[in-house]
Each structure stands twice: as C-alpha cells, then as structure tokens.
C-alpha cells in the first residue's frame, strides 16, 4: 500500500489503516485493490466564517469525507468537536464503510465535523455555523450522494438546520438530505435511542451465548451521552443489570455495590454534566476501566484502550459503543485473552445509529413511516443477523471477533468493487 497522504495525519487515521492492512493481509487481498479500497474517493474542507454574538467574526474549520461510493451513497454523522481534524473524520469514514457492509446496508462510509466546543457557543451562533457549514457542502452532497446525520457534539436540533439550509436551495423540503431529525420533521421514531438500544441488545445476545444470566451481572460505561445512558438504562432497568461504573468528560465514579440511575437521572436533569455527582465515589478514569466487572462499554472516544491497559481488563464482555476504542496494540493482547474476554467489535456494537438511519432514509424516500415497535424489531433482527455472521465465521476460521467481523465487511465492499470494475 501507498503511505497515505499527509492531510490524513492522525493517530485515529494510522489505527484505521493498520487495522486494514492486517486484514487485508489476512484475506489475501491483492496489492492492486487496496489502495482503492483503503483511501477516501473525496475529502473536503471549508472555511465557515461566522458573526459572533460580541460583534467578532470567526472562521471555523469543517470536513466531510466520503469513503466509496460503490454500493449506494455514503452515510454518515457529523461531530462539532475540539479535536475534529482530517485525519479523525477520514478514520470514522472508513469505520463506517466496514460498519454499513457488515450490516448490509446499501451504503458507503462518511463523517464530518467543524472543529469546535459547542458549548462556547450561543444558540445563535450555533445555528450560524450549523448552517454555513451545510451551505458550503450543498454540491457535494444530496439524499442519493451522501446523507448526513448526529454525532458526538450534534442533536437533533443542528440536523433540522441542516435540513432546511439544504430544502431552502432546492426550493422545496427535502427531509431525506438528513437522519436524526426531530421525527415531527420526518424523523424516525426511536433513531436517538437506537445505537444505545443496538448495543444493549447485543450485551445481552452475548450474555446469552455464553450462558450468563443478566440479572445480577455487573456493568462498567464509560461516556455516559447520548450512546452510553441509553445502553445502560436499557441494561439496568430492562434486564436488571447493575451499573458499578460509569463517566463523562468531566468525572468518573465507582461502586461496587451499584449506582443508582435515578439519582444519576435526576442530577443530570439540574446539571450539565457528572461533574458534581454525589451518588458514587469519585475514581481516577483510567482505573475505572479496569475495574473487575461482567461487561465493559466503551462508549465515548477512540484508543481508550491500548497496550498499557490492555492486559489489566478483567470484564468478560468488552462491548465497543464508541468507535475505534481499541488500538491495534491492544487488539495483540486480546487476541491472546480470547477465552477469557468476549469483544464485540465496534463496527457491529454501535451499527445501531446507522441501521435506524438508514431506516429513517428509506422511510423520508416512501413518504411512509413505521412505529417504534417495527423500528426496534426491524433494528434487531438486522443485527442479530449481522451477530450470527460473525460468531460463525470466528468460530469457523478460529479467529477473533473483530478480525471476523472486518473480513465479512471488507470482503463485500472488495467484491463489489470488482464486479462494478474500475472506470477508465
């Protein structure tokens, strides 16, 4: 493979890359098709100069990287964050080409961000750069070219600005250019929850193939957000497991004997963050990862675990709600502790998100929408399928989780490429 070029420099972009090449080499793929199947067919940045509420002006940084576009339009969220850069975005797109093929959804991979806290924003200003930066995208994107959606740092809100920055160029709604609206706006009914839910499920599809009740096992999330409360409410309140760690960006707590989420709940409820939570001890986030517990989730940033803590987990499940959690060191060391560690890899733990909007698209498409309850079945059974693939082709092959779960998704994406050809 080429040395990838230098706009995607960045620890996330090396672990994408080093992750495909051991698959690549472990699939036997040839040297001709990898450059095609490894770097993004588009990567663009824009300037978004926005007027401050204090009478300044700023021009922030966007992206948005389209992986391939071989199997239908690329999908992906956007993130407003400090540490958006290139590199991150152009890693999260590969993800989730692998993520969307392991499904089998007609997609391919994107993801984008501006680079900023949104908390240092007003309203207004948010709205202000939420918009310019779908404006300055508006020729590359389109509901049959790459359709946007939330991540970290984006709600729902910031996807109806988007929506109607997209609709007022076209001249009429255009409600399928966007997943995650408000489903009063074409949304789809249990899209927020979904990957929260799709990781649950899985926790718990894991517990049963190992023959481990639910009730009584304990849990330890890491980023307590959108991804991660929901994981472990659905956890906790539906299948009685109890909650003995959990943190945000700004603390972490720890208890043996369980946290209550209703305190949790009502805290957050007066409260922007865990900060000043009372209802645990405080813990330092690094050890609370390596905490003795049945089931570890993952769910806030990428490299979380690497080769220094790697070998001091003691979870029996490691579920990866966020993307990329894992680094290759670690993925060494795990390999090694497979009869002792059940990894779920984060390409099939957190497809929940995007098999909901995928959902949310085809129904925005038909002018016609399903219930909840169609939503969550339909979202289960998909991943239920995308489970029973892996399990099989891991216990066939004798190899680990993850390495299953990325020789299905890239083995799809090769052959399509293959079959379509390469244009001239």
């Not at 003995?244 to 972490?252: N, T």
């Amino acid at each position: 493979m080429l040395t990838p070029p230098a706009i995607y420099a960045d620890p996330a972009f090396d672990m994408a890359v080093e992750q495909f090449r051991l698959i690549a080499d472990y699939l036997n793929i040839d040297h001709n098709d990898r450059d095609r199947l490894l770097l993004p067919k588009r990567a663009i940045t824009v300037a978004l100069p926005v007027h401050r509420d204090d009478g300044s002006t700023t021009v922030f940084t966007g992206y948005r990287v389209q992986h391939h576009l071989t199997m239908g339009p690329t999908k992906g969220g956007t993130r407003f964050a400090p540490s958006v850069n290139m590199g991150e975005i152009a890693a999260l797109s590969i993800w989730m080409s692998w993520k969307c093929a392991l499904a089998g959804l007609p997609y391919g991979g994107a993801k984008g961000g501006i680079t900023l806290n949104p908390r240092e924003l007003s309203i207004r200003e948010l709205e202000a750069v939420s918009r310019r930066y779908m404006q300055e995208m508006i020729p590359f994107v389109g509901p049959h070219t790459d359709i946007m959606g939330p991540d970290m740092g984006t709600n729902e809100q910031i996807m109806a600005w988007f929506m109607d920055t997209y609709s007022v160029h076209m001249g009429h709604t255009v409600s399928e250019i966007v997943t995650g609206k408000p489903v009063f706006l074409g949304g789809s009914a249990g899209r927020r929850e979904s990957t929260g839910r799709g990781v649950a499920f899985l926790v718990e599809r894991a517990l049963d193939f190992l023959k481990i009740k639910p009730e009584g096992c304990t849990a330890i999330v890491q980023g307590f957000g959108n991804v991660g409360s929901v994981a472990a409410e659905a956890l906790y309140y539906k299948s009685g497991v109890k909650i003995i760690g959990l943190s945000d960006a700004y603390a972490a707590f720890y208890d043996p004997k369980g946290i209550d989420l209703d305190q949790v709940q009502v805290h957050l409820r007066n409260h922007p963050d865990l900060a000043n939570f009372t209802g645990a001890s405080r813990i330092d986030p690094e050890e609370m990862l390596v905490q003795p517990c049945d089931i570890l989730i993952p769910a806030a940033v990428d490299r979380v675990i690497n080769g220094s803590n790697a070998g001091r987990l003691q979870c029996r499940i490691l579920a990866e709600a966020a993307n990329g959690p894992t680094t290759p060191e670690a993925d060494v060391i795990l390999d090694q502790r497979y009869n002792e560690i059940l990894l779920i890899p984060d390409i099939l733990c957190n497809a929940g998100g995007v098999i909901v909007s995928y959902f949310e698209w085809v129904q925005d498409l038909q002018n016609f929408f399903w219930n909840e309850t169609e939503i969550a079945d339909r979202l289960f059974r998909i991943m239920d399928g995308a489970f029973t693939a892996v399990v099989k082709r891991a216990k066939t092959e004798k190899i680990p989780y993850r390495r299953a779960a990325l020789a299905i998704a890239v083995e799809r994406v090769l052959k399509a490429k293959q079959t379509r050809g390469l244009f001239p």
